[in-house]
T-cell receptor, first 109, second 114 residues
Framework: GQQVMQIPQYQHVQEGEDFTTYCNSS?????IQWYKQRPGGHPVFLIQ?????EVKKQKRLTFQFGEAKKNSSLHITATQTTDVGTYFC?????????FGTGTSLTVIP | NAGVTQTPKFQVLKTGQSMTLQCAQD?????MSWYRQDPGMGLRLIHY???????DQGEVPNGYNVSRSTTEDFPLRLLSAAPSQTSVYFC?????????????FGNGTRLTVT
């Protein structure tokens, strides 16, 4: 079954509002990766977190990896219409990546 | 440098038909994988390969076969298509495999089984 859960499944925000998606695993992960998929497109790699408690920033995006390496979050400050898409986390363990169910973000201009 | 190339982009099959989804990469990646994407289910791993001649099952392997005779190619075979296999299929590759290398995805194949 699904080993990595992600919430919320959908999020609608007004342009300029903040957005956060959360990723939770039932088991400890080696690392966590985040991907973005535009409507009709394919997932594109955003970032990877490896260390417990790690925080990384990419412009308006902030990524965190939990202390126990079982959860992660992606926070977008002041959303823009270009942020529209589905955001997936993916946990690495063994020879497999386990993808979260994704959060679909809609930004209302 | 084309990256990961998937063909076809769209396919309609009748129940019971067989077909092969093609995937090729030109990045000399050792690890290749197939995912299916269904609404609300995220991306689920079907099969993967850590190198030529080596394949293994993922989360949802039933009804699918793979082979890896070369580093570049990783075809996915549907043996007898069923409506439950209606989905978007993505091939993805990475240099060294999980957990530390990012996946590069193809553009996907949208499959409908009637």
């Amino acid at each position: 079954g699904q080993q990595v859960m992600q919430i919320p499944q959908y999020q609608h925000v007004q342009e300029g509002e903040d957005f956060t998606t959360y990723c939770n695993s039932s088991t400890t992960l080696s690392n966590i990766q985040w991907y973005k998929q535009r409507p009709g497109g394919h997932p594109v790699f955003l970032i990877q977190l490896v260390k417990s408690g790690e925080v990384k920033k990419q412009k308006r995006l902030t990524f965190q990896f939990g202390e126990a390496k079982k959860n992660s979050s992606l926070h977008i400050t002041a959303t823009q219409t270009t942020d529209v898409g589905t955001y997936f986390c993916a946990g690495g363990r063994g020879n497999q990546f386990y993808f979260g169910t994704g959060t679909s973000l809609t930004v209302i201009p | 440098n084309a990256g990961v190339t998937q063909t076809p982009k769209f396919q309609v099959l009748k129940t019971g038909q067989s077909m092969t989804l093609q995937c090729a990469q030109d990045m000399n990646h050792e690890y290749m994988s197939w995912y299916r994407q269904d609404p609300g289910m995220g991306l689920r791993l079907i099969h993967y390969s850590v190198g030529a001649g080596i394949t293994d099952q993922g989360e949802v392997p039933n009804g699918y076969n793979v082979s890896r005779s070369t580093t570049e190619d990783f075809p996915l075979r549907l043996l007898s298509a069923a409506p439950s296999q209606t989905s978007v299929y993505f091939c993805a590759s990475t240099k060294r495999g999980p957990p530390n290398s990012p996946l590069h995805f193809g553009n996907g194949t949208r499959l409908t089984v009637t």
